[in-house]
T-cell receptor, first 113, second 116 residues
Framework: ELKVEQNPLFLSMQEGKNYTIYCNYS?????LYWYRQDPGKSLESLFV?????AVKQEGRLMASLDTKARLSTLHITAAVHDLSATYFC?????????????FGKGTHLIIQP | EAQVTQNPRYLITVTGKKLTVTCSQN?????MSWYRQDPGLGLRQIYY?????VTDKGDVPEGYKVSRKEKRNFPLILESPSPNQTSLYFC?????WGQGSGTREYFGPGTRLTVT
């Protein structure tokens, strides 16, 4: 059974600081997704990571994937208030197939002025 | 505009009264799925469908039914809702994943269901 663990589950930080959210998963996979969810809203896709060593960046967010360590990170640089949201990682089992995504429990991020 | 729509967005009902939450996508996606989101538990998959007339159970299928008679629609049916099915429900769709396709799922806006 695939397990996906995110750390931390809750993070309060100040604007301008850097921080990293970690996503560990238990079974071999080479596809990992990051989503953002604002309160009362649906999930918005941020990054799709498809191979070992993949790195994607958009604005102040950068995501990476290490399939050997079964670890993905979402790094926030010089945080701003607008990045306050809940961030989910989700893993797709290797080989494709129809099992869908297994989500982490989410990291609730609050960025204070 | 490419989108996944759900109806209703909010629903309050009573125990045992059958209900259906509709889901429709306009992207010609083969794959559709339903998730429920509960505080502290993240999103858990209820059912999924690889194509018309092909459905299968996800992680938490008890108490739910689905059907896939048309490619674009994937309704979620609660035959006899109970309070533990109070949750936020998301429908999602994507092209069917093959090795290396990496297509992400598009999520609907969510349906907040309360069963009293």
């Amino acid at each position: 059974e695939l397990k996906v663990e995110q750390n931390p589950l809750f993070l309060s930080m100040q604007e301008g600081k850097n921080y990293t959210i970690y996503c560990n998963y238990s079974t071999t996979s080479d596809r990992l997704y990051w989503y953002r969810q604002d309160p009362g809203k649906s999930l918005e896709s941020l990054f799709v990571l498809l191979s070992n060593g993949a790195v994607k960046q958009e604005g102040r967010l950068m995501a990476s994937l290490d399939t050997k360590a079964r670890l993905s990170t979402l790094h926030i640089t010089a945080a701003v208030h607008d990045l306050s949201a809940t961030y989910f990682c989700a893993v797709d089992l290797s080989g494709g197939g129809a099992d869908g995504l297994t989500f982490g429990k989410g990291t609730h991020l609050i960025i204070q002025p | 505009e490419a989108q996944v729509t759900q109806n209703p967005r909010y629903l309050i009902t009573v125990t045992g009264k059958k209900l259906t939450v509709t889901c429709s996508q306009n992207m010609n996606h083969e794959y559709m799925s339903w998730y429920r989101q509960d505080p502290g538990l993240g999103l858990r998959q209820i059912y999924y469908s690889m194509n018309v007339e092909v459905t299968d159970k996800g992680d938490v299928p008890e108490g739910y039914k689905v059907s896939r008679k048309e490619k674009r629609n994937f309704p979620l049916i609660l035959e006899s809702p109970s309070p533990n099915q109070t949750s936020l429900y998301f429908c999602a769709s994507s092209f069917f994943w093959g090795q290396g396709s990496g297509t992400r799922e598009y999520f609907g806006p969510g349906t907040r269901l309360t069963v009293t």
